[in-house]
């Protein structure tokens, strides 16, 4: 909900004025979350360098959430039920539903319609309490100079808290090893997620302790199923891949 709506005005700007800045300047910030990160993205000319950093400062540190603007955009971003056609948002949910039972990674990660209406709290809290600089790390492409891209990042993230006031996530050890789950559609489509131990990462983040890979395949001789086997075991560490 916050990586879709951060950008819909910020600081002095309103949702029409700050989408109007970025699409005259030619730039390209877009956002996006998952159950261990916050991740955004910024491209533009040189020439609009400074005031692309500028949009993603704002966006950072005065994101407005004015609830118009939010109510506006929540079509694009506010979750609804899985449709007949869309076989991997039905498997989704119960292979992580039973690795993680009653746990934070158990969770969709953009939430139901339902549990988004309970939210209680301001979303402005929520960028407080969770973005900071002890945990933000970048990449660069570009024709600007290390110096001169040293002084954009500090303008950029340097209001940014020191630290993040996050709730911690209990370890878990994935449950249901072996358990297959189909879920059968009337579709001409087979979609096979699959989950399996992961390896113990040596960065200090508790990462999900599975690794899962998704399979896609048209069968047009039989109406097919949706099969999520959840084979998972490991450590409370593990870094996943995909």
């Known amino acids: 909900m916050v990586a879709s709506t951060i950008d819909e005005g910020a600081g002095p700007l309103d949702s029409s004025a700050f989408h109007d ?37 704002l966006s950072l540190n005065e994101p407005r959430f ?27 949910p119960p ?14 990660v953009e939430g139901t319609a339902d549990s988004i209406s309970r939210i209680t709290s301001t979303i402005s809290n929520s960028m407080r309490t969770t973005s900071c600089r002890a945990t933000t790390s970048g990449s660069r492409w570009s024709a600007t100079s290390m110096r001169d891209t040293g002084k954009l990042i500090d303008r950029t993230f340097g ?21 297959k789950i189909v879920i059968k ?17 040596a960065i200090p983040i508790s990462w999900p302790p599975i690794s899962s890979t998704t399979f896609s395949a048209a069968d047009h ?21 995909r």
Not at 30 to 54: I, P, V
């Open 185 to 201: 559609l009337d579709v001409p489509q087979a979609v096979v997620n699959s989950a399996r131990p992961a390896s113990a990462g």
């Open 21 to 57: 800045k970025v699409e005259r300047k030619a730039i390209e910030l877009s956002f996006r979350a998952g159950r261990d990160y916050f991740r955004g993205t910024m491209r533009t000319l040189k020439e609009n360098r400074d005031e692309a950093f500028d949009c993603l400062r």
């Open 95 to 108: 292979l992580v539903g039973t690795a993680f039972p009653g746990h934070p990674y158990g969770r969709p």
């Open 159 to 179: 209001s940014l808290p020191a630290k993040a006031e996050l709730k911690p996530v209990p370890a878990i050890v994935p449950q249901g090893l072996g358990r």
């Open 221 to 241: 001789s039989r109406r097919g199923s949706i099969a999520k086997c959840a084979r998972s075991a490991g450590s409370p560490m593990a870094s996943p891949t």
């Open 66 to 92: 004015d609830p118009e603007a939010v109510s506006a955009s929540a079509p694009s971003w506010c979750p609804g039920p899985a449709r007949i056609d869309e076989p991997e948002r039905h498997g989704e």
